[in-house]
């Protein structure tokens, strides 16, 4: 067991309190330290677990690591006996420093530089994802013994919220050609893996990408490979605010998900794994980040997006608007906004009956695109303020970038005793 490092940075209490107290008592103890930071509760991807062994008995759950890479969370994570999807030579080292099994690590990148493979290769990282013949090509070059998988891109309708498909994967129909080519090249083909995207938006995504990788299952028995894996990927809800991620719940994915895999994989003879990101460790992370400046401007002067003109969008009305810029922004821990502009909800400490204004939130940069949140209704806060947004674990920390060089929010983490026993006993 490797809790070494996270003994000495995880605070240990018997009752959790709400996390707003918990922001408020470190403000209280920093004085007048006023950078961002984060409050982790490993308690949270304790339960998560929980929640995943119940809801998917039958699924070993691979944490993507490029979700959230901070030391506490992959330590306990591997201490829980989970198994990692790696994406580079960095991430797979991270986690065998850890102590895991080189078995314990599917490399899920279908696009592996070559050094990489060999570090794979070198370290017995063997079971890995491709989906074209390039890729092909070179693990026989490379890596010829590697265990593969591959990856499709089902064809559904099905609402996702970031889709991966255009990138990743192979057509279902094209599959037969590539099976034909690790054939030629006397590879050991050993599974199906999909995505169905990140932030899964309807549970029939899942039925049809499962019910899609048996008809590729088959075309790879048929052709003599010892298929045995199959690997249904990532895209479930990890939040907890409601409406902000999806309005499905992990519960339900898992129910439609056992289903299917009942019906096209039933027995015990087909290995099942997934490759989980934000589920585990979106809620487990609050960031309070401090109000720097205030500007209030008139709704008229706003530049619009594709205008060179102050106000000449006629639906605007001249009223006030709040622009708060805060300490952290779209180049930290708020990368996703990029990408899912409604994605992240502003907490304050003013009271609830308080007057709302139209306010903007802005992060630190000199760059006009680091806007965090538009036409948010938020009380008159000002400079100095604090303010949190609940949710922040997936895709916040590895995303941070050193764009003009502002600070890396600092990080606290919690954690209940009775939680925390659950993994290491006393
Ligand atoms: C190959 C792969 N696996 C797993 C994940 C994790 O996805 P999620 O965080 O939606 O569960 C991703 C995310 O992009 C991915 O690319």
């Not at 490092?5 to 470190?26: A, G, Y």
């Not at 080189?102 to 079971?127: C, D, H, M, W």
């Not at 996702?160 to 279902?172: Q, S």
Request: aromatic share 12%; charged share 25%; with cysteine.
């Amino acid at each position: 067991m490797t809790n070494v490092d996270v003994n000495t940075r995880v605070e240990r209490v018997e009752k959790l309190p709400p996390v707003s107290n918990q922001i408020q008592e470190k403000i209280d103890a920093f004085g007048h330290e006023d950078n961002a930071f984060a409050i982790g509760n490993l308690g949270d991807i304790i339960r998560k677990h929980r929640i995943w062994k119940e809801c998917f008995p039958r699924i070993e759950p691979f944490y993507a690591v490029k979700c959230n890479d901070v030391d506490p969370v992959i330590r306990i994570l591997a201490d829980m006996g989970l198994s990692f999807d790696c994406a580079s030579k960095i991430e797979i080292q991270k986690i065998l420093d850890l102590g895991v099994d080189p078995s314990r690590i599917i490399y899920a990148n279908t696009f592996k530089q070559s050094s990489f493979l060999k570090y794979a290769a070198e370290k017995g990282v063997s079971l890995m994802t491709f989906d074209c013949e390039d890729e092909l090509e070179k693990i026989k070059k490379v890596y010829p013994e590697a265990k593969l998988v591959l990856r499709i891109c089902p064809q559904s309708n099905y609402k996702v919220k970031f889709h991966l498909g255009r990138k990743f994967g192979c057509h279902p129909l094209r599959t037969s050609e590539l099976f034909q080519v690790a054939r030629r090249l006397q590879l050991n083909v050993i599974g199906v893996s999909f995505h169905v995207g990140s932030g899964c938006l309807e549970t029939g995504a899942f039925a049809e990408a499962i019910e899609q990788s048996r008809e590729v299952f088959d075309i790879g028995l048929a052709m003599g490979f010892n298929m045995h894996l199959l690997d249904i990927g990532g895209g479930f809800p990890g939040k907890k605010i409601q409406n902000v991620e999806t309005n499905i719940t992990f519960k339900e994915i898992g129910r439609v998900a056992n289903k299917s895999l009942d019906k096209y994989f039933p027995g015990n003879n087909v290995r099942i794994i997934a490759e989980p990101g934000r589920y585990y460790v979106a809620s487990a992370f609050t960031i309070a980040v401090n109000i720097i400046t205030k500007k209030i401007v008139m709704d008229e002067e706003i530049v619009q997006p594709n205008s060179t003109e102050c106000g000449d969008d006629p639906t605007t009305e001249n009223k006030p608007v709040r622009m708060y810029v805060i300490n952290d922004g779209i180049y930290g821990c708020f990368f996703e906004c990029f990408i899912d502009p409604r994605c992240y909800v502003p907490s304050h400490f003013k009271s609830i009956d308080k007057e709302l204004y139209n306010s903007t939130i802005w992060g630190p940069t000199c760059d006009a695109l680091d806007l965090i949140i538009d036409n948010v209704k938020l009380p008159d806060l000002s400079t100095g303020d604090w303010i949190y947004f609940k949710d922040m674990g997936a895709y916040s920390f590895p995303t941070i970038s050193t764009f003009n060089n502002m600070p890396r929010v600092n990080e606290f983490y919690t954690c209940e005793r009775q939680l925390w026993e659950e993994v290491y006993q006393p």
